[in-house]
C-alpha cells in the first residue's frame, strides 16, 4: 500500500536528531529487490496480471539472467503459478530454474498469498502456505525458510509459531503501532527472538526483524527537486490513475552529472538506517507496490548507483550488495550477537499514525468475512469426506482426478481470499466481487463432490438428482460430522409443510421439532435432533406426514409461540425475581424483563450463580468527510463519540418447543417503524434423556439480524453484565490462542484503540464466572466498561478520500449481515473445559447434503458405515485430505526426477494422506486437558484401513522432521546461537522446551528447542498447543 504521507518529513527530523548511534565498523547494506504484488486490493487478479504482475516476472528473469550480481525476491505464489501457467516459455521457465539453483532468485513466505494476520482463522493460514509450499517444493524442490509479512496490519503472535513450525528462520514484520515502533527503534530492539506460543515458548520461536519507519518501500523522495529517488520506471500503467501528479513522476536517471546528489541521498538514508539496528548489517528493501514491472530500467540504473557507491566505500564507510532476504539474515546470524525474547503477545492493533486506527477492518465486509469462513468449513469437510471415499476401498464409480479438481478449485479460493486486502474488507468493491464469485465457484464445486460421494454410498438408485423443478415429496438428508468426536446437536433445514415425519437410516423415528420460520413467510424451521460419530454419516428422511409410509405418524412436534407486546426504551428498574419471563432448559435459565422486552439475567446451573446479562444494539457515529476529520473508512474506525441506542421499541416472541425454545427480540428504530432493523434470536436446547448433553446444552445459541443501516453508522450489540471485569477482554488470535487485552486511555481516539481481533472467540471474567462468545466469523470486539463486551457488527460508510472516490473502497451499500454467536456461561474450570471444543462446534457444524425423494420407503446404505474416527477430546483432527502432490517423500529422490525431467510426468499419489492434529489447551490451562495426549494413529484410523506407514513431516508438509534444521540465536536468558537439528537427528528421548516437557525431563544441551522425535511407530504424544503433521500410508487393496 506504499508509505505513509507524513514519512518525508519524519525522516528528515530523524536524520537531523540521530545522536551518533552509528556502529564504527563499516555498515553493509544488503538491497533486496522485490516488488509488492497485492492479490486483489483495487484491481482484480486477472486485471493485475494483464497491467504489471506478468511484465514483472518476464523482465525480471531476464535481467537477472543478464547480469550474475542482480538479486530479486518473490513472495506471493497466486501471481508466480498463473505466469508460470500462462505466460512463461519454456526458456523463461529453465532460466528461472537456473535463477534458482544459483540463489539469484529467491522465494520468500511462499503462501499464494500475503495474509492477513488480524481476521484469519490459523486453519486457513496453514492452508494458503501448504498450497503455496506444495507448488514450489513439487516444481523445484525449493523449501522457503524466511517469511515476508510486510503489509499486513498488525502483527499476530500466531503467525511467527506457523512459520516456525513450517521450517522458517526469520521473520519480516513491518506494520506494527507507530508508538511502539518508535520506542524499538530508539532501543535498538527492531530485531527479537519471538516466542509466539506460551506453551510451545522457545520450542518454535523464531528471530524476527521489523522494518523501521520506510516499511517495505524504498525510502521516498526527500529533496526539494522531487527528482532524486529510487524509481526509475515510473507508476505501472494502471487502468484508473490516482490523480495526484507524485504518482506519474518519473525520477531522473542516474547520470555523471546527477550522481553526487544520488550519493548524498543514499549515505543519508543509510546511517539514518543503522541507528536503529544493533548490528552493522543493514536491509533495504527495494521496491514498492507494482515495481519491477520494467526491470530493466531500474536494474540498470540500480547498477550504476551501487558500483559508484562500492568505488567510494572506504570514503563513505559503506559496502552495498545486491541480496536476497537469505543472504540477510545469514550475516546477521553470522554476527552471533546476544538478542532480548519477546513473549506471545501480539502487535495489535496497528496504528499508523495517531489519527489513523486500524481496527475497522476488523470486521468491514462482513458478508464476505462470513462466506469465506463457511467456504473454509466446508473445504474442510469435503477433505475427509474425500479421504473416507478413498479408503479403505473407494467404490470407483467417482473419477478421484476429476474429485481432486473440484478440491483444488476451494482450496485455490479459499486461499486467495486470505490477502490482507481480501478478507479485511479493504479492497475495490469489484475485487470483494471477484472474490465472491471465486469462493462461491469453489463451494459449488466441492457441494457438487459431496453430492456424488453421498449417492454413490447409497443403495443403487439411479445417478444423483438435484433438488430442482417441482415440489418434492420430500427430502432424503445425508448429514456428515466433519469432526474427529461424537456429535449431538440440531440441524436445521426449511420446509414448506408444517406436518412432518421424520425417520433414520433404519425406519426408526427421529425426534424433530418444526416451527414457523422466522423471516421466510409460508415456511417452517425444522430441527432435528442427532448424534453423529466421527467422521461418520446419518441418513434422514424428510417427509410431509400425508406422504409419509402407512403407520408412520409426525414424528416432528409443532412449536407454539406466545408474543410480549412492544414496549419503548426505558431503564429497567424491576427487581431480581420479580415477574420476570423465564426461558430454561437443563443449563440454563435465561430472565426477560417485560417491562423493557430485554435480557436481564441468566441463572447458571453448575455454579449457582444468577448473572446480570442485558444485551443492546447501539450505534457509532463517524465523519466521511475529509475537511472534518478524522474519517472512518474501511481500514480505520474513528467514531466521534460514544455509541448511542439504535432503538426505541422492542417486541418479543417466544417460541416453545420441545427440543428447543427459541426467544425472537425485535428492535425498531422509531416507535412508529413497520420493519425492525435489528433482531436476536436466542435459542436454548433441551435435551433429552439418553443423549450427550454437555455441548448442546451449555450454550444460548443467538442469531442476529442487522441493517440496514443509516449512512456513516457503525452497530455494535452491546453485553452488559454485573462481572467485576475491570474492563480486561480476552479474544483470540486466529483462533489459535487467546490473548489477554487490558484497557488503556490514550490522549485520542480511545474507543478504537481499545478494539481488537476477534477471529472465534472473546470473553470477560471475574474470579467466579467467565461469559464468553463464541463467532461464527471474524469481528472487532472490545470491553469498554467494567463487565461489559461489544462486538462491531455491521458498517455502513461513505466518504469522499481519494481511495475512495477513485477506486470505488468503499462500504456505502444497503447489506444486511446475520451473524451468528454462541454464549457461554458458567465458572472458570467449565468454560476453559467447554470454549475449545464449543468453538470447533460452531465452526465445522455437520453438513447436510439433501436428495429428493421420489417414493415412499425410505433410503438406506447400500453397506454398514466404515468404524467411526474418535480422538481424545483434547486433541483436534486439523486436517485429514488427500493433497494429491505428485513428489517424492524422500528429497534426494525427488531433487533427482526434477533433474531429469521426470517430476511433471508424475500423476497425482492418492495414497498419501496428510494427517494433521492439534492439541487445543495450553499448559497449565486445565487440570486434565493441558496433559500431553498419546495416541495410537493405527488404533484410530483403523476405519479408513491397516495404517503402514507413519512420516511426521514440517508444517507444510515439505520437510521431513528427521532432516529439519532450524536456526537457533542467542538470547539474553541462554546463550545458545548455533543452528541445531530438528528432532529427529537428536538422542534424547523428548524434545527440550516445550512448557509440558520441562518439568523432569533430562535434555542433551544440543536438542534445545527442537522438535518432538519423530515416531517410530504409530504411538505419537502430543503436548499443549502443538501442531503435528504426518504422511500416512494405508495397506492398498
Not at 298 to 326: C, H, K, P
Request: aromatic letters at 10%; charged letters at 20%; a positive charge.
Amino acid at each position: 500500500m506504499g508509505l505513509p504521507r507524513w514519512l518525508p518529513l519524519f525522516a528528515q527530523l530523524v536524520v537531523l536528531q540521530l545522536p551518533g548511534t552509528w556502529a564504527e565498523d563499516t555498515i553493509r547494506v544488503f538491497v533486496v529487490p522485490h516488488s509488492h504484488m497485492d492479490v486483489g486490493w483495487l484491481y482484480t487478479v486477472q486485471e493485475n496480471m494483464q497491467i504489471y504482475a506478468a511484465s514483472v516476472y518476464t523482465s525480471v528473469v531476464r535481467e537477472l539472467s543478464l547480469k550474475e550480481h542482480r538479486r530479486f525476491i518473490a513472495v506471493e505464489q497466486e501471481y508466480f503459478r498463473l505466469w508460470w501457467d500462462q505466460f512463461a516459455s519454456r526458456t523463461q521457465k529453465l532460466q528461472v530454474r537456473e535463477l534458482l539453483a544459483h540463489g539469484r532468485l529467491e522465494f520468500v513466505s511462499g503462501g499464494q498469498v500475503m495474509h492477513d494476520e488480524a481476521v484469519t482463522h490459523f486453519d486457513d493460514q496453514i492452508l494458503q502456505l501448504t498450497e503455496g509450499h506444495g507448488f514450489l517444493y513439487e516444481t523445484f524442490g525449493i523449501r522457503p525458510q524466511f517469511s515476508w509479512q510486510v503489509d499486513s496490519f498488525g502483527a499476530s503472535a500466531t503467525t511467527p509459531t506457523l512459520f516456525a513450525l513450517a521450517g522458517f528462520n526469520a521473520h519480516v514484520i513491518s506494520r506494527i503501532d507507530y508508538e511502539i515502533k518508535e520506542t524499538l527503534m530508539h532501543a535498538q530492539e527492531m530485531q527479537f527472538v519471538w516466542r509466539g506460543s506460551q506453551s510451545l515458548a522457545e520450542q518454535q520461536e523464531i528471530f524476527t526483524h521489523v522494518l523501521d519507519f520506510y516499511g517495505y518501500c524504498s525510502p521516498p523522495n526527500l529533496s526539494l527537486s522531487r527528482r532524486v529517488g529510487y524509481s526509475w520506471e515510473g507508476e505501472a500503467p494502471l487502468l484508473t490513475q490516482f490523480q495526484n501528479e507524485e504518482h506519474n513522476d518519473l525520477n531522473d536517471p542516474v547520470t555523471v552529472r546527477n550522481i553526487g546528489m544520488y550519493v548524498e541521498r543514499f549515505v543519508m538514508d543509510v546511517k539514518s538506517r543503522a541507528g536503529w539496528y544493533r548490528t552493522p548489517h543493514i536491509l533495504w528493501p527495494w521496491g514498492c507496490d507494482r515495481t519491477f514491472f520494467n526491470a530493466g530500467v531500474q536494474f540498470a540504473n540500480m547498477d550504476l548507483l551501487l558500483r559508484f557507491l562500492n568505488t567510494e566505500a572506504s570514503q563513505l564507510g559503506i559496502t552495498v550488495e545486491y541480496a536476497t532476504l537469505g543472504a540477510y539474515f545469514r550475516a546477521v546470524h553470522a554476527h552471533n550477537a546476544t538478542w532480548h525474547t519477546h513473549g506471545h503477545q501480539d502487535f495489535l492493533p496497528y496504528s499508523s499514525e495517531e489519527s489513523q486506527v486500524w481496527t475497522g477492518f476488523y470486521t468491514s465486509r462482513g458478508p464476505l468475512k462470513g462466506l469465506a469462513r463457511r467456504a473454509s468449513a466446508l473445504l474442510y469437510a469435503g477433505e475427509s469426506m474425500f479421504t473416507r471415499y478413498m479408503w479403505p476401498s473407494p467404490q470407483r464409480r467417482l473419477d478421484p482426478h476429476w474429485a481432486l479438481k473440484q478440491l483444488q478449485r476451494l482450496r485455490w479460493a479459499v486461499s486467495e481470499v486470505q490477502h490482507h486486502d481480501g478478507i479485511t474488507g479493504t479492497e475495490a468493491v469489484k475485487v470483494r466481487d471477484m472474490f465472491v464469485r471465486h469462493l462461491k465457484a469453489g463451494m459449488q464445486a466441492v457441494l457438487r463432490l459431496m453430492a456424488a460421494i453421498v449417492l454413490d454410498q447409497l443403495a443403487p438408485q439411479g445417478k444423483p438428482t438435484l433438488l430442482a423443478g417441482s415440489e418434492p415429496k420430500g427430502y432424503s438428508a445425508s448429514v456428515y460430522n466433519p469432526l474427529a468426536w461424537t456429535v449431538t446437536t440440531l440441524i436445521n433445514l426449511t420446509v414448506s409443510f408444517p406436518s412432518v415425519t421424520v425417520t433414520d437410516e433404519s425406519g426408526h423415528p427421529v425426534k424433530a421439532q418444526v416451527q414457523r420460520s422466522k423471516e421466510i413467510p409460508h415456511k417452517y424451521d425444522l430441527y432435528v435432533l442427532t448424534t453423529i460419530p466421527g467422521l461418520s454419516y446419518r441418513y434422514y428422511s424428510i417427509r410431509p406426514t400425508e406422504q409419509a409410509p402407512e403407520g408412520k405418524q409426525a414424528t416432528a412436534t409443532m412449536a407454539f409461540a406466545s408474543k410480549l407486546d412492544r414496549k419503548p426504551r426505558k431503564p429497567s428498574t424491576r427487581p431480581w425475581g420479580k415477574k420476570l419471563v423465564s426461558v430454561k432448559n437443563d443449563c440454563y435459565t435465561v430472565f426477560l424483563d417485560p417491562d423493557t422486552n430485554l435480557m436481564h439475567s441468566i441463572w447458571e446451573r453448575q455454579s449457582n450463580r444468577t448473572v446480570s446479562v442485558t444485551q443492546a444494539f447501539l450505534e457509532y457515529t463517524v465523519s466521511g468527510d475529509k475537511n472534518d476529520p478524522p474519517v472512518s473508512d474501511n481500514y480505520v474506525f474513528l467514531p466521534k463519540g460514544p455509541a448511542d441506542p439504535a432503538w426505541e421499541a422492542v417486541r418479543v416472541e417466544i417460541v416453545l418447543g420441545r427440543l428447543l425454545t427459541e426467544i425472537r427480540q425485535f428492535f425498531y428504530r422509531t416507535l412508529a417503524a413497520k420493519e425492525h432493523t435489528y433482531a436476536i434470536y436466542s435459542r436454548l436446547a433441551h435435551v433429552p434423556l439418553g443423549f450427550d448433553r454437555e455441548l448442546l446444552c451449555h450454550r444460548l445459541e443467538q442469531e442476529l439480524r442487522v441493517g440496514p443501516l443509516q449512512v456513516n453508522r457503525e452497530a455494535v450489540l452491546r453485553t452488559s453484565t454485573h462481572l467485576q471485569s475491570l474492563r480486561v477482554l480476552h479474544s483470540d488470535s486466529n483462533a489459535f490462542q487467546m490473548q489477554r487485552r487490558l484497557h488503556r486511555d490514550y490522549p485520542a481516539h480511545t474507543i478504537s484503540r481499545n478494539y481488537y481481533p476477534m477471529v472465534q472467540s472473546a470473553y470477560i471474567e471475574d474470579s467466579r464466572t467467565r461469559l464468553v462468545l463464541l463467532s461464527e466469523q471474524a469481528h472487532g470486539v472490545s470491553s469498554q466498561g467494567d463487565g461489559e463486551v461489544e462486538v462491531l457488527l455491521h458498517r455502513r460508510l461513505w466518504n469522499n478520500l481519494d481511495l475512495s472516490q477513485i477506486f470505488n473502497v468503499t462500504l456505502r451499500d444497503s447489506s444486511i449481515v446475520r451473524p451468528v454467536f454462541w454464549l457461554l456461561l458458567g465458572p472458570l474450570p467449565l468454560t476453559t473445559r467447554l470454549r475449545p471444543q464449543s468453538g470447533l462446534a460452531l465452526q465445522h457444524r455437520p453438513v447436510v447434503v439433501l436428495g429428493r425423494l421420489t417414493g415412499k420407503g425410505p433410503r438406506r446404505p447400500a453397506a454398514r458405515q466404515p468404524e467411526a474416527v474418535t480422538l481424545p477430546p483434547s486433541l483436534h483432527l486439523q486436517i485429514l485430505s488427500i493433497p494429491g502432490w505428485t513428489y517424492s517423500s524422500n528429497h534426494t529422490q525427488h531433487l533427482q526426477k526434477l533433474q531429469k525431467g521426470e517430476a511433471g510426468k508424475a500423476k497425482p499419489d492418492l495414497h498419501r494422506v496428510l494427517l494433521r492434529l492439534h492439541h487445543l489447551y495450553e499448559v497449565r490451562e486445565h487440570q486434565v486437558l493441558s496433559q500431553p495426549v498419546t495416541v495410537d494413529l493405527k488404533a484410530v484410523l483403523r476405519g479408513l484401513g491397516t495404517l503402514v506407514a507413519v512420516e511426521e513431516r514440517s508444517l507444510t508438509g515439505t520437510w521431513s522432521v528427521n532432516s529439519l534444521r532450524r536456526w537457533r540465536w542467542r538470547t539474553r536468558n541462554k546463550g545458545f546461537a548455533h543452528a541445531v537439528p530438528s528432532a529427529g537427528t537428536c538422542l534424547a528421548r523428548l524434545p527440550a522446551s516445550p512448557a509440558w516437557a520441562r518439568q523432569g525431563q533430562s535434555l542433551c544441551s544440543r536438542c534445545r528447542g527442537s522438535r518432538p522425535s519423530a515416531p517410530h511407530g504409530p504411538v505419537v504424544t502430543i503436548g499443549p498447543k502443538e501442531i503435528r503433521t504426518f504422511f500416512v500410508h494405508f495397506q492398498r487393496p
